[in-house]
């Protein structure tokens, strides 16, 4: 079973418009939560992280919002532009298993 | 450059054949991962190794086998007990196994069965 749920499958969104990314998570021994973002036909890339002691982190235009008594957290495209355009998936590890869990992924396309 | 090379970047099996996929890291990370990617499924975790000479099974092991006989290289054979094999592989590193940083990826391999 999957033990990272991610949604929606898919979104199209307009230029400078906010792409909004959602993963919810069960097991409360995870304690680290990146984002990745994969172009086709090529391998993932980090693109920002978050520990669950802090509730936001910000990078540029992105950002993770992080509710942890809902085991929940997100991630912000804000301004989204047309390069932005790809797959995003949220993951889920804990420093005491040294794996990630990641989620079905999302289909983000930026329109002109 | 330091980073993770796969080869080959697509890959042909025929039915009944062993194939083996090449993950090889200059990164010196102690940690490396391999993971299937199917439509709409996410990564899955085949296997995984923190550590030259050790590995262990992830959630979808059956009809793979791996190495770790160096710390810069964790080839993944996928046998014929393998019955879906076509997907795109991907193999990572990390520096540890405390994900502090994160994984490092490859640019994948796209294996079909012809």
């Known amino acids: 079973q999957q033990q990272v749920k991610q949604s929606p499958q898919s979104l199209i969104v307009q230029k400078g418009g906010i792409s909004i990314i959602n993963c919810a998570y069960e097991n409360t021994a995870f304690d680290y939560f990146p984002w990745y973002q994969q172009f086709p036909g090529k391998g993932p890339a980090l693109l920002i992280a978050i520990r669950p002691d802090v509730s936001e982190k910000k990078e540029g235009r992105f950002t993770i919002s992080f509710n942890k008594s809902a085991k929940q957290f997100s991630l912000h495209i804000m301004d989204s532009q047309p390069g932005d355009s790809a797959t995003y998936f949220c993951a889920a590890g804990a420093n005491s298993w040294g794996k990630l869990q990641f989620g079905a992924g999302t289909q983000v396309v930026v329109t002109p | 450059d330091g980073g993770i090379t796969q080869s080959p970047k697509y890959l042909f099996r025929k039915e009944g054949q062993n194939v083996t996929l090449s993950c090889e890291q200059n990164?010196?990370?102690?940690?490396m991962y391999w993971y299937r990617q199917d439509p709409g499924q996410g990564l899955r975790l085949i296997y995984y190794s923190q550590i030259v000479n050790d590995f262990q099974k992830g959630d979808i092991a059956e009809g793979y086998s791996v190495s770790r006989e160096k710390k810069e290289s964790f080839p993944l054979t996928v046998t014929s007990a393998q019955k879906n094999p076509t997907a795109f592989y991907l193999c990572?590193?990390?520096?540890?196994?405390?994900?502090?940083?994160?994984?490092?990826f490859g640019s994948g391999t796209r294996l079909t069965v012809v």
């Open positions: 990572a590193s990390s520096v540890d196994s405390a994900l502090n940083y994160g994984y490092t």
């Open positions: 990164l010196n990370h102690d940690a």
